[in-house]
């Protein structure tokens, strides 16, 4: 039973074109975290979510941009893809102070 | 701030040989705690463990075993055994509860069990 589910798996879009990535999950846990990961490196934290309260890092570019309009469901939103921004983009939550657990990712291609 | 070394970048068995992963941490923060994860190919991340500060008890989980020590800032893990499916990259992470239980990676250790 999937419990972090992430769609699409794969996605292609145009340098510049807006794209949104979803995330669901069926453990009601109160934080989510979107992470990029690019090959051969470890996974880099976005943002998070602890329930509705939005943290951004400070390193995280303002082309990025996230919602969670309830508990189960948090988007990841990039308003102009760069090809810099190829990656594969990881979902995860936890209950606070617990660990994290991951979805299948989405790999994010740009052209 | 915190921070987590994985020193070695890939390692390469052959089947049924044992494998340590090491790992090294950083922190000021008094409670904290280290995970381990495994990324096959498919790519998601699979939570193997969570061990808190408080905690320098071994554990012990079928072939998996791992090691906690304060005194070096070590938590080592071991596949005992080693099968082709455990080809994967693993992660060592940590949190600080004064971070806010953001999770800091290793690098990561790619580990290629060949048959």
């Known amino acids: 039973d999937a419990m972090v589910i992430q769609n699409p798996r794969y996605q292609v879009t145009q340098f510049g074109k807006p794209v949104t990535l979803s995330c669901s999950q069926t453990?009601?846990?109160?934080?989510m975290y979107w992470y990029q990961q690019k090959s051969s490196q470890a996974p880099k934290l976005l943002f998070h979510?602890?329930?509705?309260?939005?943290?951004n890092e400070a390193d995280t570019p303002d082309n990025f941009q996230s919602r969670r309009p309830n508990t189960s469901f948090c988007f990841l939103d990039i308003r102009s893809p760069g090809l810099g921004d190829a990656a594969m983009y990881l979902c995860?939550?936890?209950?606070?102070?617990?660990?994290?657990?991951f979805g299948p990712g989405t790999r994010l291609t740009v052209t | 701030a915190q921070k987590v070394t994985q020193a070695q970048t890939e390692i390469s068995v052959v089947e049924k040989e044992d494998v340590t992963l090491d790992c090294v941490y950083e922190?000021?923060?008094?409670?904290?705690?280290l995970f381990w994860y495994k990324q096959p190919p498919s790519g998601e991340l699979v939570f193997l463990i969570r061990?808190?500060?408080?905690?320098?008890q071994n554990e012990i989980s079928g072939r998996y075993s791992w090691n906690f020590q304060k005194s070096t800032s070590s938590f080592n893990f071991t596949i005992t055994a080693s099968q082709v499916v455990d080809s994967a990259v693993y992660f060592c992470?940590?949190?600080?509860?004064?971070?806010?239980?953001?999770?800091?990676f290793g690098g990561g250790t790619r580990v290629l069990v060949k048959p």
């Open positions: 995860a939550t936890a209950e606070s102070g617990y660990e994290q657990y």
């Open positions: 453990l009601n846990h109160n934080v």
């Open positions: 979510y602890y329930d509705k309260d939005f943290n």
């Open positions: 922190t000021r923060d008094t409670t904290y705690y």
């Open positions: 061990r808190n500060s408080f905690d320098e």
């Open positions: 992470a940590l949190s600080e509860e004064a971070a806010g239980n953001k999770l800091t």
